[in-house]
Each structure stands twice: as structure tokens, then as C-alpha cells.
């Protein structure tokens, strides 16, 4: 009971939070004994440990993570930059971060690069300090600079690949072939492929497995773009589809292709009897949009799940090793509506 008052009186404190004096005090044992508890439990008997766990509990005690890094060099906590957080492209890989990182023990907090490079950097400088290291998706940053970067930061890519830094994407290579191959079954004879930002490396990836593909399959193709990968670009992009003469257009992500739709619907172009539409991503509302779109899915999830365990690795070992881990999960096409068999006739 005289444990119990006492540890009211100090949760009523208004005028300062419980420090580490505080809970050792309160726990009957000594400040070293409660710091070893809190960052390096393995020091102390574990009756001690959750002792020292629950008055802390009573007392509202919360470790400061900064100062803990001090002695340990871990901060638990990983940050997260994605190329635009109002993409719901990213919503997977936020939630598959975030249950990996909870899992660990650590904290996830998320930066929006908003499609800078600049920023990016930035984010890495500003943070740097702070956490355990970085995820960073859909990178917009030179291979050169990403090197640099993660040369002195713990770093791991999100649908990005560079040589000697750790990496989870969703097989682009063989879901935009399996993209081609539909349209060519359906008797395409000709693809146009509206590209997303200059810098997205995904962007030109795929540009190259469409135009050879396409050539193996006796389709034509074309390049068209950039487009901002927004519902906003799509009005642009279907436009230069439909100047550009293809029956088939495969759009840089979603966003851009249900853009499309729109314009199209708008200029009286039906799909897919006119023009069919395809996009990656399978984002929440691809199957909503009319007609419902098809699109390369894959488990972008999973993705954010592994990419925090492979920092997390870095940071439990030797991660300045000249090795790195690309790990490449499965893609498939969610066939919908919005592609059919290519029209009979030349608009």
C-alpha cells in the first residue's frame, strides 16, 4: 500500500515527467539497476526486470530513445520515405513497415519525399541521428547518390534496385512481360507505354521489357511521356494514346491509367472495344473505377515487411559488408475490364 501512494504522488506531478530516479526510488533499487532493465534487460535477473517494468508502467515512465542511443548506439527506431504519401500504392508497404517494426520492438515514423530527390537526401541528413536507418521506396535518387547515402546510413530500397544496397521489389520484368503477352493475345497489334517521372528507375525498367517483348511478339511499340503518375496526368496521357494510333496502353501505375479512363469516357472513346487500359499497382479502387482496371498486383506488404527486416539485420550486424540482399517477390496480372479483344477496325 505505502508503494502505492507513493507512486500516485509521483503520477500527479504535473510539473515534470517520472525521470529514472524516480522509478528507482519507487523499485527499492538503484538508477544503474533500472537503466540496465531498460536497455540491456539481459544485465539483470528477470523478477528484477519486470519489476522495474511494471513501477515504470505505474508511474508513467517513458524512456527517452535519444538517450538511449547514447550508450548503445540504437535508437529503435526506423524511418520510412516514400516518393508520395498520397499514393495509395504506398499504403501496403507503410502497413507491412509498420507490422515488422512492431514486431521488433522499435517505432516507424514516415517521411513524403513528394517526388524530390532533393528531399530524400535531406530526410536521410536531417534524421540521420536519429534512427536505426532508413526504407526508402520508389526511390527518385541517382544510383550514385543512393551509394553515397548508404555508405554512411544504414539503408534499404522499396521497388528500387542499385548495386551493393539492400532491396525488396515486386518482379517488374516478368509481370510486364505477362502485361505484353495478354495484350498480344488479345490480338494487339500495337502497345503504347505512358511513363512516369524522369527519375523513377521503375519507369525505365519497364520501358524495356515492354519495347522487347513487344518486338518478340510482332507488336509495335512506343514511349510516350513523362506523365505526373497521378489521376491528374491521366487526361494528358490518354490524349497522346489516342494520337499515337495503339489499340493498348499500359499506364505507369494506376493513378495515371484510371486518369485515363476519365479522359477517355470523356472524349467518348470506349473501353476496351476502342482502346484497352492497363496499369500496376492494384491499388484500392482499381476494381472500382468503370470499367475496373487491370493491372499487375503483388504483395507490396510483404515488400515493406521485408525491407525492415533486412535493416534491421544491418543493424544487428555487420552492415558495412560489401554484400547486400535483392530479394525479387512474385508479380501477377488481376485481369478486369478494361482490356478486350483489339477493335477491327482502325479508329
Do not use: K
Request: neutral net charge; charged residues 20%; hydrophobic residues 40%.
Amino acid at each position: 500500500m505505502r508503494q502505492t501512494t507513493r507512486g500516485a504522488a509521483v503520477g500527479r506531478q504535473g510539473d515534470r515527467h517520472p525521470t529514472i530516479y524516480d522509478v528507482a526510488r519507487e523499485a527499492g533499487v538503484a538508477a544503474s539497476t533500472v537503466s540496465r532493465a531498460l536497455s540491456t534487460p539481459g544485465r539483470v535477473s528477470a523478477t528484477t526486470r519486470e519489476h522495474i517494468l511494471e513501477t515504470a508502467e505505474r508511474l508513467g515512465y517513458r524512456t527517452n530513445p535519444l538517450a538511449r542511443a547514447l550508450p548503445s548506439g540504437r535508437t529503435d527506431t526506423v524511418a520510412l520515405c516514400v516518393s508520395d504519401i498520397t499514393n495509395p500504392h504506398f499504403f501496403g508497404i507503410i502497413r507491412g513497415a509498420e507490422q515488422q517494426t512492431r514486431a521488433a520492438g522499435c517505432t516507424l515514423i514516415v517521411g513524403d519525399a513528394e517526388e524530390s530527390p532533393d528531399l530524400e537526401v535531406r530526410h536521410v541528413q536531417r534524421l540521420g541521428p536519429s534512427v536505426d536507418g532508413f526504407v526508402i521506396a520508389a526511390s527518385r535518387m541517382p544510383d550514385d547518390r543512393i551509394r553515397d547515402l548508404a555508405a554512411n546510413h544504414r539503408l534499404t530500397l522499396v521497388n528500387r534496385q542499385v548495386d551493393g544496397v539492400n532491396s525488396t521489389i515486386i518482379d517488374h520484368e516478368d509481370g510486364t512481360r505477362q502485361i505484353v503477352e495478354h495484350l498480344s493475345s488479345l490480338g494487339h497489334p500495337s502497345v503504347v507505354y505512358l511513363a512516369g517521372p524522369r527519375q523513377s528507375w521503375l519507369a525505365a525498367q519497364r520501358w524495356r521489357v515492354v519495347e522487347s517483348a513487344a518486338r518478340e511478339l510482332g507488336m509495335s511499340a512506343a514511349r510516350l511521356g513523362p506523365f505526373p503518375p497521378a489521376v491528374l496526368g491521366g487526361a494528358a496521357a490518354a490524349d497522346a494514346a489516342l494520337a499515337s494510333g495503339a489499340t493498348a496502353a499500359i499506364a505507369h501505375n494506376d493513378l495515371l491509367a484510371i486518369g485515363m479512363l476519365r479522359r477517355l469516357a470523356e472524349r467518348r472513346v470506349r473501353v476496351p472495344e476502342d482502346m484497352s487500359v492497363v496499369g500496376y499497382d492494384d491499388i484500392f479502387g482499381a476494381d472500382f473505377c468503370s470499367p475496373p482496371l487491370t493491372t499487375l498486383g503483388g504483395s507490396f506488404t510483404e515488400a515493406g515487411r521485408l525491407a525492415v527486416d533486412l535493416l534491421l539485420g544491418m543493424r544487428d550486424a555487420a552492415w558495412r559488408s560489401e554484400t547486400a540482399s535483392q530479394v525479387v517477390l512474385p508479380s501477377h496480372l488481376i485481369v478486369r475490364e478494361s482490356t478486350g479483344p483489339a477493335p477491327r477496325r482502325p479508329r
